[in-house]
């Protein structure tokens, strides 16, 4: 039997060298090292999207529900605190960044988000979120599945908030859709998925929301296509009626009925304009009497309630402007101009003479109109 002798150390090493030369080994050190520090540099330096708190919101930032639920997940990765700390010192801006700054730099990542969320988040409670849920319902053009996306935010911080239970969210999310969604067709549509004892999952009701969406709007494309350009009748709110069958001497019998009130309603029309055009005439005749003969249109009682106001006594003529500046239309007591005494003394004069002129022509009769006896 013979016995093979292993190789001697210096053959072994020309082997390898033959096979593995050392530049090529180098370059394979070389790069598991540098793979190995790219990954942990990658999973070290997760980047947050700014957020600064101010109102509104800049369009290259993100509110503080979306950038608190990226800290959360960042917190839950198990990053190490320094490099969670730095990260969202990184992302925060004024004047959210300048709120955090009395913590200083070396504070938890937990008092930064605590401290930013009693600076930027709700401020309602659970109780008055959930009253805001109930009273939520389907704006104009919104559809069916955006509705329902508001809605879980609203339960879903309601629940984070204490004001509903958890096991009870679904529940009321089903109920408060069925109350707030207007396309009446779509719930009933939806009626053999929602009359389960156990309310469907959020994600699966959405789901089944989206699904007979979509099914309408591509029943409507084809309904189109088919019947091409023309704008289709509306038929949402259409009541359909069973018309009865009639035979042809209904339909005759129908006809001439139409026919006749047609020409009744002719006749009246007709009547009418022969009437209207007769009281224009009478009224233009009674207007030219008038115009030629003014005295024999007025009648007696009326001559004598026009002679009676002619002579009945005037009231007697009483001071209409200023005793201060002059002006008409307002008092002295109210009068905020400066002294204007001639104008003053000229509309004195001009009331003396109107009264002297009143008093000469209605001084002799009494209050009723007649005269003084002797």
């Not at 990184?90 to 955090?100: H, N, V």
């Not at 402007?321 to 002295?332: P, Q, V």
Request: charged residues 25%; glycine residues 4%; positive net charge.
């Amino acid at each position: 039997m013979t016995v093979t002798q292993p190789a001697p150390i210096n053959e072994v090493a020309s082997a390898n060298d033959l096979f593995n030369p050392p530049d090529v080994q180098k370059i394979i050190v070389e790069h598991v090292i540098k793979s190995d520090n790219s990954i942990s540099t990658n999973q070290g330096t997760k980047r947050l999207r700014p957020f600064s708190g101010k109102l509104p919101k800049p369009p290259n930032e993100v509110d503080f529900q979306t950038w608190s639920l990226h800290v959360e997940l960042m917190i839950q990765d198990k990053i190490p605190v320094d490099m969670q700390r730095r990260t969202i010192l990184e992302s925060l801006l004024p004047p959210a960044s300048d709120l955090i700054r009395q913590l200083g730099p070396h504070a938890d990542p937990c008092d930064y988000v605590k401290l930013i969320d009693s600076a930027y988040g709700l401020v309602e409670d659970g109780d008055e979120i959930f009253a805001r849920f109930l009273g939520t319902h389907q704006n104009t053009g919104e559809k069916a599945s955006e509705y329902l996306q508001r809605l879980q935010v609203l339960i879903t911080t309601a629940t984070k908030r204490g004001g509903i239970d958890k096991a009870d969210a679904n529940k009321q999310l089903l109920r408060q859709f069925r109350r707030g969604c207007w396309d009446q067709s779509l719930i009933l549509a939806l009626q053999l998925g929602l009359k389960t004892e156990t309310p469907p999952d959020f994600s699966e009701f959405l789901l089944q929301v989206r699904t007979e969406e979509d099914r309408r709007a591509a029943k409507h494309d084809r309904m189109q296509r088919h019947l091409g350009t023309t704008k289709p009748k509306s038929f949402l709110n259409m009541q359909l009626v069973n018309e009865a069958p009639c035979s042809q001497d209904a339909s005759a019998n129908v006809l001439q009925t139409i026919i006749t009130e047609t020409e009744a309603l002719r006749k009246q029309v007709a009547e009418l304009k022969m009437q209207l055009t007769k009281k224009k005439e009478q009224r233009r005749q009674r207007h030219a009497n008038k115009t030629q003969n003014p005295a024999q249109e007025i009648p007696s009682a009326r001559v004598a309630e026009v002679q009676a106001q002619q002579t009945a006594p005037k009231p007697r003529p009483k001071s209409w402007f200023c005793f201060k500046c002059g002006n008409d239309g307002h008092l002295a007591r109210q009068c905020e101009n400066p002294p204007n005494k001639p104008l003053v003394d000229q509309k004195y004069e001009e009331l003396k003479e109107k009264q002297d002129e009143w008093q000469t022509k209605y001084g002799h009769l009494n209050w009723n109109g007649s005269r003084w006896r002797d």
